[in-house]
């Protein structure tokens, strides 16, 4: 019977952990440069993307703006209004001109008692005017508020909404400039039931646009 050959298998045994050892080296070294080359590649990708973001800001903003107004105007070339006002108020006339402007028919009627038109169309009297415009829908609008609002407004009134309102008579507002002064002040929307909420506040006047 032939001896077994311990030294044979020994070394037998070597080559085989040698050759593991080496597939298992060349398997991690597979996946470690997968994970540096997906690492590297992802934040080129963001870095790309938010410089692109940067760069294009400026000009989504400026067209935004841009379309806005547009969308503004063309709404109100379908709406009508009949605007109740004292003979002698100029702002009132002003306030007139800048919604006409916007596209809006606002037809001024002169008024001896505008107390009386307040109370038919549900104006508190803390949020009263000089002027009370009624469209023909029945949405109110007291006093200077921009036109951008009133198309923001008739666009999706609220349920619970009458209409908005400006009270007083802020200086800068629309129908109210003065030089270059400005006060900010806040649209408010009334309620059927009276009650009011700030619909938007108006802090400089690129907010009117």
Same mark, same amino acid.
């Given at each position: 019977?032939?001896?077994?050959?311990?030294?044979?298998?020994?070394?037998?045994?070597?080559l085989?952990?040698?050759?593991?050892?080496?597939?298992?080296?060349?398997?991690l070294?597979?996946?470690?440069?997968t994970?540096?080359?997906?690492?590297?590649?992802?934040?080129?990708?963001?870095?790309?993307?938010?410089q692109? !973001?940067?760069?294009?800001?400026?000009?989504?903003?400026?067209?935004?703006?841009?379309?806005?107004? !547009?969308?503004?105007?063309?709404?109100?070339?379908? /709406?009508?209004?009949?605007?109740?006002?004292?003979?002698?108020?100029?702002?009132?006339k002003?306030?007139?001109?800048?919604?006409?402007?916007? @596209?809006?028919?606002?037809?001024?009627?002169?008024?001896?008692?505008?107390?009386?038109?307040?109370?038919?169309?549900?104006?508190?009297?803390?949020?009263?005017?000089?002027?009370?415009?009624?469209?023909?829908?029945?949405?109110?609008?007291?006093?200077?508020?921009?036109?951008?609002?009133?198309?923001q407004?008739?666009?999706?009134?609220?349920?619970?909404?009458? @209409?908005?309102? /400006?009270?007083?008579?802020? /200086?800068? !507002?629309? @129908?109210?400039?003065?030089?270059?002064?400005?006060s900010?002040?806040?649209?408010?929307?009334i309620?059927?039931?009276?009650?009011?909420? /700030?619909?938007?506040?108006?802090?400089?006047?690129?907010?009117?646009?």
């Amino acid at each position: 019977m032939k001896p077994y050959n311990h030294n044979l298998t020994f070394k037998q045994h070597k080559l085989f952990g040698a050759l593991i050892l080496l597939a298992a080296t060349s398997s991690l070294f597979a996946c470690s440069e997968t994970n540096t080359t997906a690492a590297t590649t992802t934040p080129v990708e963001r870095v790309t993307d938010s410089q692109n !973001s940067q760069f294009q800001t400026p000009q989504v903003n400026a067209t935004s703006i841009t379309d806005t107004s !547009s969308l503004n105007s063309e709404a109100l070339k379908n /709406v009508s209004a009949t605007v109740y006002k004292d003979a002698n108020c100029g702002c009132c006339k002003e306030w007139i001109h800048h919604a006409e402007h916007h @596209g809006m028919s606002a037809a001024g009627q002169d008024v001896a008692d505008l107390a009386v038109f307040k109370e038919r169309y549900g104006v508190p009297s803390n949020m009263r005017s000089c002027h009370t415009a009624v469209t023909t829908d029945g949405y109110v609008f007291e006093g200077h508020v921009p036109a951008k609002y009133i198309a923001q407004f008739l666009a999706n009134p609220p349920s619970e909404a009458i @209409g908005l309102a /400006v009270p007083g008579m802020p /200086v800068g !507002s629309p @129908g109210m400039e003065y030089q270059n002064k400005f006060s900010s002040y806040q649209v408010m929307q009334i309620n059927k039931d009276g009650s009011t909420a /700030v619909y938007a506040e108006i802090d400089s006047p690129k907010a009117q646009l």
